[in-house]
């Protein structure tokens, strides 16, 4: 019984599969319309045959189709892959009017060698055509980046017969609109190239002015990595051979495997200066170089040997393990820890899916259709983009670090104060102005007393913390204008511009006596510390900031030797000791109003 069964089951399943042939076989062999736009590539309504033995004729051709020799379309687009042999097509059209209808032919592949066009009724051949890669583009019956015939199907049944022959991705996604349908069609297709290319000539003009303003050869590499993919795309979409070299058909042969590599080998080099593969991996460095001269050499040799179909499966392989390689390089960079690899990674992964897409659907291997056509456009947009923000964040980080290097170059480590560097730097404008207007400016230098003591008592690391306190004291008590250092060891100096000397003196006081008041905890006790205070005001005699400061420096060397925990000003360019009781309460309300909170 179980027997019974399986061979009903065969039976039925041969049935199933026979008739799904014939309907297939009727589908493919049915007449297209001339009255309808077929805007969907029409491969499921053809029949093709492959040369085997030698170069068919049209009469052999004919002939062929007439013994039914010829397959049914199996796919909307036929694709017969790299270094295909040549291959005839044939699909009818029918008219059911009366009247002649205008259609146009497109075969919108850019990159076909030659292509044969024979439309045939009645047993004759009404028209011919022949174009191809190898004429110049002027001799195009209609100016298009694709091939393109305009016919008027007459009443009845037209039969076409096409010959494709091409060392390249042999792709034949075949289209029969009407003349204004076709203008639209074109007209979106320009225009949406026109945004593809738009946005990465701007980013390529960005970067080459980046380049120029900063000579970071990170930029200068990332547009002609943009540059060599604009020049590949335009390659392979036709745009080349329409726009810049019309008439130069030995480097229309050439341009896709050439313009290939070198889109590739430019995205390699830009990766290897933008991760920094010479400091972080410089064997991989060296790897990425050889990879890129291997395939240059046989790129080159096949060139030198006139091997197209070589030359194109070469390049088409290092393309494809290109992405691959980008890929590799983004992942090995972020767990290096690299910040802006991780930029680099999501958009070689972009890249890599739509140059893998266009290239899987060039070969035949997936459906071709406008977005698997188009996905390396698509994949580099995005890929283009997030390299864009990459190469932001590495100016925007080394910027950073160029201000962090400058503060800290002008810093002093311990205190957070300006070191003498940035006290000169910070102070030479402020005395030129006062030399040239004859502004007040005073200059206020104070040391510790018996610092030494403190660090032989109780260690540099208190003696640290005493300077720091020292210093917090300090900030809080000059104003904005003012310009205060770490002079050296325990020495602090402040520049104080629009000051006279009293002001500098009043403010020279009201630190002492901070000061005096401080104490800096330790492990078994307090540390209470003085200031010796040297103040100074530009006179006649200051033909420098150095003399003014030489001034302030001699009057501090007066406090200490007159016992230390004191103020000395200089009245008239000598010191001067201030005298006793000057600051005693009664005379408060002379401090001036411009020292807030002193």
């Known amino acids: 019984m179980s027997a019974m069964r399986r061979a009903i089951f065969r039976l039925v399943f041969s049935l199933i599969s026979l008739l799904t042939f014939l309907c297939s076989t009727l589908v493919a062999a049915a007449p297209l319309s001339a009255a309808l736009d077929h805007a969907s590539a029409i491969g499921l309504s ?18 062929a189709y007439q013994a039914g020799k010829f397959l049914p379309g199996t796919s909307p687009v036929l694709s017969f892959g790299i270094g295909a042999k040549p291959v005839w097509i044939h699909f009818a059209v029918d008219n059911p009017t009366a009247t002649a209808q205008p259609r ?67 792709v034949v996604p075949i289209s029969l609109l009407s003349l204004e349908a076709s203008r639209i069609r074109q007209m979106q297709q320009e225009l949406s190239y026109g945004v593809v290319y738009g946005f990465l000539l701007a980013l390529m003009a960005y970067n ?153 659907s060039t070969w035949g291997f997936i459906p071709h259709n406008t977005w698997t056509f188009r996905a390396v456009e698509i994949g580099m947009l995005i890929d283009a983009t997030l390299l864009a923000l990459a190469l932001a964040y590495q100016l925007r980080m080394g910027q950073e670090e160029r201000i962090l290097a400058e503060r800290l170059a002008q810093q002093d480590p311990l205190t957070g104060l300006n070191n003498r560097r940035a006290f000169y730097d910070k102070t030479s404008p402020l005395w030129s102005q006062a030399i040239r207007h004859g502004h007040h400016s005073a200059v206020m230098l104070l040391d510790l007393d018996l610092f030494k003591q403190i660090n032989d008592a109780h260690g540099h690391a208190h003696g640290d913390e005493v300077l720091k306190a020292l210093a917090n004291i300090l900030k809080q008590s000059i104003r904005q204008g003012d310009i205060l250092a770490r002079w050296g060891g325990e020495e602090f100096i402040v520049f104080l511009p629009e000051t006279s000397q009293d002001e500098a003196t009043a403010l020279a006081e ?39 400061i030489a001034s302030a420096d001699e009057c501090l060397y007066q406090s200490k030797q007159q016992g230390r925990d004191r103020v000395t000003a200089s009245l008239t360019g000598h010191p001067a000791r201030m005298p006793e009781g000057f600051f005693s309460e009664g005379r408060q309300d002379t401090l001036p109003q411009t020292r807030e909170g002193l």
């Open 104 to 170: 146009r032919l497109s075969i919108e592949t850019a990159w076909l060698d030659q292509v044969e066009v024979y439309f045939q009724r009645q047993g004759r051949t009404t028209a011919t055509y022949r174009v191809g890669d190898k004429q110049a583009y002027t001799q195009r019956p209609v100016a298009s980046r694709y091939f393109v015939f305009d016919q008027a199907f007459e009443a009845g049944v037209t039969d076409v017969f096409l010959r494709v022959e091409t060392p390249d991705p042999m």
């Open 208 to 360: 080459a002015i980046l380049f120029i303003s900063l000579r970071g050869s990170q930029y200068l590499l990332y547009a002609v990595y943009l540059g060599m993919f604009v020049l590949m795309n335009v390659a392979y979409t036709g745009h080349g051979f329409a726009w810049l070299w019309p008439i130069s058909v030995n480097w229309q042969q050439w341009s896709n495997p050439v313009l290939m590599f070198l889109f590739g080998a430019s995205g390699l080099l830009f990766a290897s200066r933008f991760l920094d593969l010479q400091v972080y991996f410089p064997r991989v460095r060296k790897v990425v170089i050889g990879f890129c001269a291997t395939f240059g050499i046989l790129l080159g040799a096949a060139t030198l040997s006139g091997s197209q179909t070589v030359a194109l499966l070469a390049s088409f392989s290092f393309a494809f393990l290109f992405s691959g390689l980008m890929l590799f390089l983004g992942v090995i960079s972020v767990r290096a820890g690299q910040k802006p690899a991780k930029y680099f990674l999501i958009a070689a992964l972009a890249a890599m899916l739509g140059a893998m897409l266009t290239t899987l």
């Open 46 to 63: 053809t029949q093709f045959l492959q040369e085997q033995h030698g170069r068919l004729k049209l009469p052999d051709a004919i002939a």
């Open 510 to 548: 009201r630190l002492r006596t901070a000061i005096a008041g401080m104490r800096v905890p330790y492990a078994t006790g307090k540390t209470a510390v003085t200031a010796s205070f040297g103040v100074a005001q530009k006179r006649s005699g200051h033909s420098t900031l150095d003399a003014l």
